[in-house]
């Protein structure tokens, strides 16, 4: 019998969404098991909430390195290590080079807070303000070489109210993302989503849209 899902995750600061997986693991809501985390930002919360639950946890400095190649050929040298099913970048702000990213192609997985394929980048839900979007929300996707251009495998969306800033969307969506990352890991997991030659199948079945999160956070 094989054993737990291994997951590596990728954080830069709170680490909330690493909370929530935790969190969902020690509850039996996730099958899995979060075997490292690691962190660009030697600060960074994440660290300490992954100390706190007994997980392995490293911060590797960019600015000790030549190169973001150079970077990330270490980082994921010592995240192969662990001998990860799966890489989740879950808050991590840095751009990860094309040929890391090559090497894991339907191995890597980030969380973005937008229904890609709209407002790619940061200050999303500011984005999301300006451009007078009645909905907004997160995505869970593969990584590509392309900024948050990855295959979706799944979305939730939460309304935007006309007095909402980015503060108060932001935390609309937060509140759904984490749910929304749970469940999408429990997929993965379950060997139920994959990346096959560039298209994301669920069950064998190529998707048609991104899966979209239910209110009671499982995905049928
Ligand atoms: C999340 O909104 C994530 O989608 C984005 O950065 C934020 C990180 O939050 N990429 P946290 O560090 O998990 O609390």
Redesign the pocket.
């Known amino acids: 019998m094989p054993g737990p899902f291994r997951i590596v995750v990728l954080?830069?600061?709170?680490?909330?969404?690493?909370?929530?997986l935790i969190d969902a693991i020690v509850s039996d809501v996730l099958d899995a098991q979060i075997v490292g985390v690691f962190s660009d930002k030697p600060d960074a919360?994440?660290l300490q909430r992954a100390q706190a639950a007994a997980i392995p946890s490293l911060a590797i400095e960019p600015r000790l390195f030549d190169s973001r190649a150079a970077f990330d050929e270490h980082l994921f040298t010592r995240i192969d290590e662990l001998a990860p099913n799966l890489v989740v970048?879950?808050?991590?702000?840095r751009l990860i080079s094309p040929c890391a990213v090559d090497a894991r192609r339907g191995r890597l997985i980030?969380?973005?807070?937008s229904l890609l394929p709209a407002f790619k980048g940061l200050r999303t839900h500011a984005q999301a303000i300006a451009a007078g979007a009645s909905v907004h929300g997160?995505s869970v996707h593969y990584v590509t070489p392309e900024l948050d251009g990855g295959p979706v495998i799944a979305q939730c969306v939460v309304p935007v109210r006309p007095d909402d800033d980015a503060e108060s969307l932001?935390w609309r969506?937060?509140s759904r993302?984490h749910p929304l990352l749970i469940a999408t890991l429990g997929l993965i997991a379950g060997g139920r989503i994959a990346l096959v030659d560039g298209a994301v199948k669920l069950d064998g079945v190529p998707l048609q849209i991104p899966l979209q999160l239910p209110a009671n956070n499982v995905f049928a």
């Not at 954080?11 to 929530?20: F, I, M, P, V």
């Not at 980030?110 to 807070?113: F, L, R, W």
Request: charged content about 10%.
């Open positions: 954080a830069s600061g709170r680490g909330s969404n690493l909370q929530a919360f994440a970048c879950a808050g991590y702000m980030n969380v973005h807070p997160a932001g969506v937060l993302e």
